[in-house]
């Protein structure tokens, strides 16, 4: 896991370049102890070699454009900074947790920059006090996060547990077709328990892209993309568009068909129900009910979630196969 804290002496460059020949650095170390918050500060400026007048110029527009963008920054630091300062102490928590990823070591830096201005012993100790508050919110929420990835784990390997071997390993092909249908139940079950949130999604997505990197997993990689299209199935059932008062809209009831069914059985579904096989619904009218259902699942989720993107690439999942399956029969 990424470490969101560091007092650890940093090295910035302030200029940067491709040649070794201009160089420019800030070393500072800073603490926070019982004297205050502390930075050591050290500068070393090294400049050799003869310039041309267009080097030169194109080097100052670079040393211009990083000033720029570092004083944009300190702003923000500022203003991130005088935020949490005004805030009461029930506000500070969200302010911390909504601004989480902000306190890196340039936070921290600006933050001992302005202790190290004050002109009272007062605002001094302002600032030490928010420093501190601000580390233990941000533990405790490091904390609270571990506990949330522990908790998603245990809950994906009792629902991979059916499919795993004695050696804590996934055969592929499956030995045993029942083990899919047990932890099919047990997904049910961890569903109604709501333990099938956030941290499990993004844990479960997680291992799926580890898998995909080691490239010596197939058992696991099928297993976990069975999880996910199992979430999908399960979330997506919930609700049914099929009826609309005594009419019965069958391409939308087609499209529930598919969904609650396993991927191994799409094709024959497909077949059996769209025109172009033996059935009485078109791929259009196929394609606009799977639109429909899309733009329903944007809505009723949130956005940018993985619970959204699960359950939107679980219905491409089904256009896409309907579209291929169109196209192997209409040559």
Aim: glycine share 6%; net charge neutral.
């Amino acid at each position: 896991m990424a470490t969101i804290l560091s007092t650890n002496p940093l090295a910035n460059r302030l200029i940067p370049s491709n040649s070794h020949r201009y160089s420019c650095y800030l070393h500072g170390t800073m603490r926070i102890g019982q004297t205050g918050i502390h930075i050591n500060k050290s500068y070393s400026i090294s400049l050799m070699g003869s310039w041309q007048f267009s080097k030169r110029r194109n080097f100052i527009c670079a040393v211009s454009k990083d000033a720029e963008e570092s004083f944009k920054k300190t702003v923000e630091v500022d203003r991130l900074i005088d935020t949490l300062r005004e805030a009461t102490d029930k506000e500070l928590p969200q302010l911390v947790v909504e601004n989480v990823l902000a306190f890196n070591e340039s936070f921290w830096i600006r933050l001992a920059a302005r202790a190290d201005t004050c002109k009272s012993d007062d605002d001094k100790k302002d600032y030490e006090e928010l420093a501190l508050t601000v580390m233990n919110i941000v533990d405790r929420l490091v904390h609270k996060t571990n506990e949330k990835i522990e908790a998603s784990t245990d809950v994906l390997k009792a629902i991979l547990k059916p499919v795993v071997d004695e050696v804590e390993e996934i055969s592929w092909p499956l030995r045993d077709p029942e083990a899919l249908n047990l932890m099919e139940k047990e997904i049910n079950l961890r569903e109604q328990e709501g333990q099938l949130d956030e941290g499990f999604l993004a844990e479960v997505n997680a291992q799926l892209r580890q898998a995909k990197k080691d490239g010596d997993k197939p058992g696991l990689e099928a297993m976990l993309q069975k999880v996910l299209q199992l979430y999908a199935s399960r979330l997506l059932s919930k609700r049914s568009y099929a009826k609309k008062g005594n009419e019965v809209l069958k391409a939308e009831q087609f499209l529930e068909t598919i969904i609650k069914a396993p991927e191994e059985e799409w094709n024959k579904l497909l077949l059996n129900g769209l025109t172009i096989g033996k059935g009485d619904i078109s791929p259009e009218e196929l394609y606009a009910v799977i639109k429909k259902r899309m733009e329903r699942t944007l809505i009723r989720t949130e956005g940018g979630s993985y619970q959204q993107r699960v359950l939107i690439e679980y219905l491409k999942g089904i256009e896409s196969r309907a579209g291929e399956i169109v196209r192997v029969l209409q040559g």
